[in-house]
Nanobody, 126 residues
Framework: QVQLVESGGGLVQAGGSLKLSCTAS????????MAWFRQAPGKEREVVSC????????YYPDSVTGRFTISRDNAKSTVYLQMNSLAPEDTAMYYC???????????????????WGQGTQVTVSS
């Protein structure tokens, strides 16, 4: 099992930026596929981005493409989510997720991930 600790959430005005961090422990970070999900009140959890163990070919849904960037630093066992041009509809609890996967892909479905962080709140005011 992997332990995940997120940080970096907060309150920001529309158009602003935030950078989320998630540090993992418990398994070799280089063996992990990582992802960010979010869940707004009354809505289902949705994927925001995922990244393979190598960092190649990250995935973004249309809702965040061009605004959010996922990256990872394997030496620091940390995955990041840079969020720019934030909008009120980005308001949600953001969760980091991980699963051991030695393949060169990442998963878009929350059901593929077996380790989750506690979440960090992102609130965007209009």
């Amino acid at each position: 099992q992997v332990q995940l600790v997120e940080s970096g959430g907060g309150l920001v005005q529309a158009g602003g930026s935030l950078k989320l961090s998630c540090t993992a422990s418990g398994l070799p970070f280089g063996d992990l596929t990582m992802a960010w999900f979010r869940q707004a009140p009354g809505k289902e959890r949705e994927v925001v981005s995922c990244i393979s163990r190598s960092g190649a070919n990250p995935y973004y849904p249309d809702s965040v493409t061009g605004r959010f960037t996922i990256s990872r630093d394997n030496a620091k066992s940390t995955v990041y989510l840079q969020m720019n041009s934030l909008a009120p509809e980005d308001t949600a609890m953001y969760y980091c997720a991980a699963v051991k996967n030695l393949g060169p892909w990442c998963y878009r479905s929350q059901y593929e991930y077996d380790s989750w962080g506690q979440g960090t709140q992102v609130t965007v005011s209009s």
